[in-house]
């Protein structure tokens, strides 16, 4: 319960910033996804059917202030959180250095999907969001993944198995 708890509150709180404190922080009106940063992060320590969840989840808040197309963030997250979590599956999680680049590449991903996808419903987006808003998730995960790695090592973050 207590990890639902913290989860749910870091979501909430990640989604809240993102729309109202981070967008302050815009360089030439890009801005960093937090709680993108926090989905890829979580699912490449985690694995993927948890990162699903907090895909779904994220999908969601990310979707209520998102104007043209609800769902288009739930879709593109369940997918990223699964191509992460498979991804983690096969690293050494305590070294930094290569899943802190795949959220360079997984974030991309997330902007490429929602790029397709308004294209094909025909609502105008610019490309060019996608390959900056990734670099500055990129760079937002460099700190975000070992606080990630570190909470996820918890004793109440940890899934035990009972048969």
Known sequence: MKKISILAGL???????DNTFVPFFAIYGY?????????????????????????????ILQDIYFQDVFGVN???????????????????????????????????????LVFVILYLVKVRFSFDKVLYSSIYTFMISIFMYPRVYSLCQRRYMIRKWKF
């Open 31 to 59: 801005y960093p996804s937090l709680l993108l940063s926090f989905l890829i992060c979580y699912s490449i320590v985690s694995g993927s059917w948890e990162g699903v969840w907090l895909a779904l989840a994220a999908g």
């Open 74 to 112: 739930v879709l593109a997250n369940l997918i990223v959180a699964l191509l992460a979590g498979q991804f983690g599956k096969n690293l050494f999680k305590e070294k930094k250095t290569i899943p802190i680049i795949s959220t360079l590449f997984f974030s991309f991903i997330k902007g490429l």
């Open 11 to 17: 979501i909430l709180l990640f989604a809240l910033l």
